[in-house]
């Protein structure tokens, strides 16, 4: 899985809330750029974690998280990655497999037309674009992420790069432990992108669909994936008319920033879609 679209995915989102943040010591610090201080930093975030509603389950998967390496090593190769902002839609389209994405997505299609004309009918999107994004996060659920969701939130939460983005999706991770839609041991992509369409924690409680009413959003279900992303897509503008210069546009430039990947997913959901 190519990795720029963690760098990308998320900043088209404002943060999912507003952090509640207590007095902090004078020699608190606030990040860090190595595994040094990250157990008395995660002390320190215990705090504020339970400031904003994390319960016990939370601070326990917190105080076990560790300092993960390799979400540090895939951060800093998509910092300088960069190439989707300058790469031409052909290219991205090869790359990232298209025509296999359009094969696969017509017959999940066909394989799903009742649930995905339900989600047409309560959201207004159409199964296109949805399928496009499930097929491009992780090949239709094949490969979701290898790392640990709550090490991998707080390691970046933590890192100084854009600590102050990713500080209120760890609280949000902490508390989808606390309710249940995620495990300590959940696996997911290197900032602790989860499911079948790699959801930051903090748009799993901000648009996460509970479809089957056990009380949480559970995203690697795949079926509340699939809801939860057409409600990310109709909150950020998603209709049924999403090519470039239509209004539906704007639901599929709130899910990822770089143009060329938008421009891939208007084209591919065209393209499963028949259209
Ligand atoms: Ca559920």
New binding site residues.
């Given amino acids: 899985m190519t990795s720029y679209k963690t760098m990308l995915k998320g900043f088209g989102a404002a943060a999912a809330f507003a952090l509640t943040l207590g007095a902090t010591s004078a020699h608190a610090q606030s990040c860090g750029n190595s595994a040094a201080g990250f157990d008395q930093w995660k002390q320190q975030f215990a705090g504020v974690a339970q400031q904003n509603g994390v319960g016990s389950r939370g601070i326990q998967a917190l105080m076990n998280a560790r300092y993960n390496d390799k979400t540090i090593r895939i951060d800093r190769a998509a910092q300088k990655g960069g190439s989707a902002f300058t790469m031409s839609l052909d290219t991205f389209l090869n790359k990232r497999g298209g025509a296999s994405i359009v094969r696969t997505g017509k017959q999940k299609l066909a394989q799903n037309k009742a649930m995905f004309d339900d989600i047409q009918n309560r959201y207004g999107v159409t199964p296109g674009p949805i399928l496009a994004i499930w097929g491009m996060e992780t090949g239709f659920g094949g490969f979701m992420g290898s790392e640990n969701v709550v090490s991998s939130a707080a390691t970046i939460a933590y890192d100084c790069r854009r600590s102050d983005f990713f500080k209120p999706h760890l609280i949000a991770a902490l508390r989808l432990v606390d309710t249940g839609g995620l495990s300590p041991n959940s696996r997911g992509a290197g900032h602790g992108e989860y499911g079948h369409t790699q959801f930051l924690a903090g748009n799993i409680l901000r648009y996460g669909v ?9 995203l690697s ?1 795949m079926r ?1 994936a699939m809801y939860s992303t057409a409600n990310f897509l109709r909150q950020h503008g998603m209709t049924a008319n999403y090519q470039q210069g239509q209004a539906g546009y704007r639901g599929i430039q709130g899910w990822n920033a770089a143009p060329v990947y938008q421009q891939a997913i208007a084209q591919l959901g065209a393209q499963i879609e028949g259209r």
């Fill in positions: 509970d479809v089957n009413g056990d009380g949480h959003v559970d279900n509340e």
